[in-house]
């Protein structure tokens, strides 16, 4: 795979960094340490993301990433937040089929020190997209079920922790409880857990891959439901 960009791994500095990040929390003092932010955490995630998503081109598999469109920012938007500083302590990027991070139908990677994880799926569906999905869950039911079933013989399953305590509205008629666990959910993900022993290997790469594969038949199911509402608002948006 001569056209797959390289990626070793984050850089060493990349756990301490932003463990020290959140000590300081200063303009000043992120500034100071700037480059080592560049050297040990932006550009080796700039190198997973475009490394994973050649790899994922070459297998067939649709998500796509770029280091300008897929990275999260380090700082923080604190215009409505409750707790005002400045950056984020974690490291973070998204794959999609646009490439964006707008969109849904999802591989992302996440790194601190406190949890690191990769996680496939669909998050904060608009409420039209939302409505999609469940009514694809009623539906297909008997082609969602044991998809889900085989994914949780391979450790991954939703979680429903937090869920709706009721049936949402429209969809009070379903009385089978796994549905009903089902459709009482606003978001539709699978986890993968990370060791940060890891992180400065390549085969975090290979983590990324592993689970998109796993999924994609879930996230194929996902684009089916939802595909239809998001080219019917972009005719209204172009009318």
């Not at 305590?165 to 089978?176: A, L, M, Q, T, V």
């Amino acid at each position: 795979m001569a056209d797959v960009p390289a990626f070793e791994g984050m850089g060493q500095k990349a756990l301490p960094f932003l463990k020290a990040l959140g000590f300081h929390q200063s303009r000043d003092w992120f500034h100071e340490n700037k480059a080592l932010y560049e050297s040990h955490v932006k550009h080796p995630l700039g190198d997973l993301v475009e490394h994973v998503s050649a790899r994922m081109e070459a297998e067939g598999l649709p998500l796509r990433g770029a280091r300008k469109t897929s990275l999260y920012r380090v700082n923080r938007d604190i215009r409505f937040a409750k707790e005002k500083h400045p950056y984020n302590t974690h490291a973070s990027a998204m794959l999609t089929r646009s490439g964006t991070k707008k969109d849904q139908g999802f591989c992302y990677v996440h790194m601190s020190n406190e949890r690191s994880f990769i996680a496939t799926g669909f998050y904060g569906l608009g409420s039209a997209e939302l409505a999609a999905f469940r009514h694809a869950i009623t539906d297909k039911s008997k082609q969602l079920l044991p998809l889900l079933d085989r994914l949780k013989d391979d450790g991954l399953e939703f979680d429903f922790s937090e869920g709706l305590k009721r049936n949402p509205r429209g969809f009070e008629k379903i009385e089978d409880e796994r549905l009903q666990s089902i459709i009482r959910l606003k978001n539709f993900h699978f986890v993968r857990e990370i060791d940060n022993a890891v992180l400065t290997t390549p085969s975090i790469a290979d983590d990324m891959i592993a689970l998109t594969h796993q999924t994609l038949p879930f996230l194929e199911f996902g684009w089916a439901a939802i595909d239809p509402v998001r080219e019917e608002e972009a005719l209204r948006n172009a009318s």
